[in-house]
């Protein structure tokens, strides 16, 4: 079964669609994606060029599916980075597609909407993504978009879970949050922790002490195929944490501005280490 993938395109480098596809495509999944913005490359390195693809081409790409049955063979959804706050109604009727056609296809919603204490979207996008986030099965925010998103400040370990059972009362019945340090995180560790029902887990990885762009949009695509292989969030965190990590050690390695991904696709699909998951509810 496939993913629909709707997020941020990039000519070089590996963010958004630039690096969900091939991480998905290297894990054996088939994807189809749909570009909500194209640029030459990350903002964030200063002269991207190009902008947000038109709403209307982006109707046009998803009602082309429809019309070749395509969601009948969807397993689930994914956005990211939206760019215009009218792509969540495009998402939302991809999402109402998808369902109609696979009673059991999910959607997860990667809430992109800044890092490190900076909101990088108009207020108007960011509600849309509030209501998207509300919408999906399961949303993966970093710590600064949780706190956007329920408003409760994450100091310690016990913060963050209260935040993701906050978020996870307002829809979602699976909330990951990707990365946090709280005061009470072991040294030089960084959690990632998630919430499936009653259920919660917290994995720690070593903090590498760099910042990558993407890491967040390609966890969000490892974490969807691995939960829709398991079905077990605590599995699917272990797996994509893991995976993550080691594409994320070789980047440092290499000391480059962009992921590595196709330097150390292997290790998306055999990391050369495995992260086991705590339990803590």
């Not at 706050?85 to 939302?92: P, T």
């Not at 809430?111 to 949303?139: K, Q, W």
């Not at 030089?188 to 917290?202: C, I, P």
Request: aromatic share 6%.
């Amino acid at each position: 079964m496939t993913i629909l993938s709707i997020q941020s395109q990039l000519a070089v480098g590996h963010v958004g669609n630039s690096a969900a596809v091939f991480a998905l495509q290297r894990l054996g999944r088939e994807v189809w994606p749909v570009p909500t913005v194209l640029l030459s490359h990350h903002p964030g390195h200063g002269g991207a060029q190009g902008g947000p693809v038109p709403l209307a081409l982006q109707r046009a790409m998803i009602a082309g599916l429809a019309a070749r049955g395509c969601f009948s063979r969807c397993a689930a959804i994914i956005s990211g980075y939206l760019g215009q706050a009218g792509v969540a109604e495009i998402v939302r009727d991809a999402v109402a597609a998808a369902r109609a056609a696979t009673p059991n296809a999910v959607y997860l919603c990667d809430p992109v909407l800044g890092d490190d204490g900076h909101t990088y979207v108009s207020p108007e996008v960011a509600t849309a993504v509030h209501n998207l986030a509300a919408l999906a099965d399961i949303v993966s925010p970093n710590a600064y978009e949780l706190f956007l998103l329920t408003g409760h400040d994450l100091q310690t370990r016990a913060d963050a879970l209260e935040a993701l059972r906050l978020m996870q009362s307002r829809g979602p019945r699976i909330v990951i949050l990707t990365s946090f340090a709280g005061t009470d995180t072991q040294a030089n560790t960084l959690d990632v922790m998630a919430v499936d029902g009653a259920n919660a887990w917290r994995v720690s990885l070593p903090q590498i002490a760099a910042k990558f762009s993407g890491a967040g949009d390609v966890f969000a695509a490892l974490f969807l195929n691995f939960w829709l292989h398991s079905r077990n969030a605590g599995t699917a965190l272990a797996q994509s944490c893991s995976a993550l990590f080691g594409v994320l050690k070789e980047t440092a390695a290499h000391g480059g501005a962009e992921l590595e991904l196709i330097a150390a696709q292997n290790m998306l699909v055999k990391p050369d280490h495995f992260f086991v998951p705590e339990r803590i509810a």
